[in-house]
């Protein structure tokens, strides 16, 4: 069964701009959820999404959004983009409930460098 | 709401000393608590379960209700544990997992 997938793998943007991030989930996933790496703030959750609905989100200014398509496939989108928005971002993807036990499946991230 | 506390965001020990990562969770139900791991250039991943109650690597980890705590610990450090560890929370019945802010662990040669 193929991982979590991310693209692109690493992105250098200047500020102002703004950029989209794909994730593919593990293949009958319906939850994905997005965090936000960094060595000072560690994992930080920016929002998941289930069934192309958003389900939760985190403590993000409203230039961080999300979507997810009817295939469970998710972008993010961040307008605007600022230094402190260089950052590892994770995306996770979590089976259907009614099997045992809840695990999140990490992706290999995407590696934005805001310049 | 969920809530998973790490107080240390570096624990460092010698090798072959034991090892104590603290986790420390908010939760009004009945969690489940995870441990990750994420090595130098890898993708974070899952490395035991409090459900499964086994020993991974060496790592084990008991949840205290009482305490509300799920730490993990190694009797005897290893340089190959040298790793960045995440605490994990999801409610059950429900698929957010809801994760701490990490530690580093560093194990010194």
């Known amino acids: 069964k193929a991982g979590v997938t991310q693209t692109p793998r690493y992105l250098i943007k200047t500020r102002g701009q703004q950029v989209t991030l794909s994730c593919s989930p593990i293949s009958g996933h319906r939850s994905v959820s997005w965090y936000q790496q960094t060595p000072g703030q560690g994992l930080q959750f920016l929002f998941e999404y289930f069934s192309e609905t958003q389900r939760n989100k985190g403590n993000f200014p409203g230039r961080f959004s999300g979507r997810q398509f009817s295939n469970s496939r998710s972008e993010m989108n961040v307008s605007t983009l600022e230094l402190g928005d260089s950052a590892l971002y994770l995306c996770?993807?979590?089976?259907?409930?009614?099997?045992?036990?809840?695990?999140?499946?990490f992706g290999q991230g995407t590696r934005l460098t805001v310049v | 709401a969920q809530r998973v506390t790490q107080p240390e965001k570096l624990l460092s020990v010698f090798k072959g000393a034991p090892v104590e990562l603290k986790c420390n969770y908010s939760y009004s139900g009945s969690p489940e608590l995870f441990w990750y791991v994420q090595y130098s250039r890898q993708r974070l991943q899952l490395l035991l379960r409090?459900?499964s109650r086994e020993s991974i690597k060496g790592f084990t980890a008991d949840l205290n209700k009482g305490e509300t705590s799920f730490h993990l610990k190694k009797p005897f450090a290893q340089e190959e544990d040298s790793a960045m560890y995440y605490c994990a929370l999801s409610g059950s019945g429900y698929q957010k997992v809801t994760f701490g802010t990490g530690t580093k662990l560093q194990v010194i040669p």
């Open positions: 996770a993807s979590s089976p259907p409930p009614g099997q045992g036990y809840t695990e999140a499946f």
């Open positions: 409090h459900i």
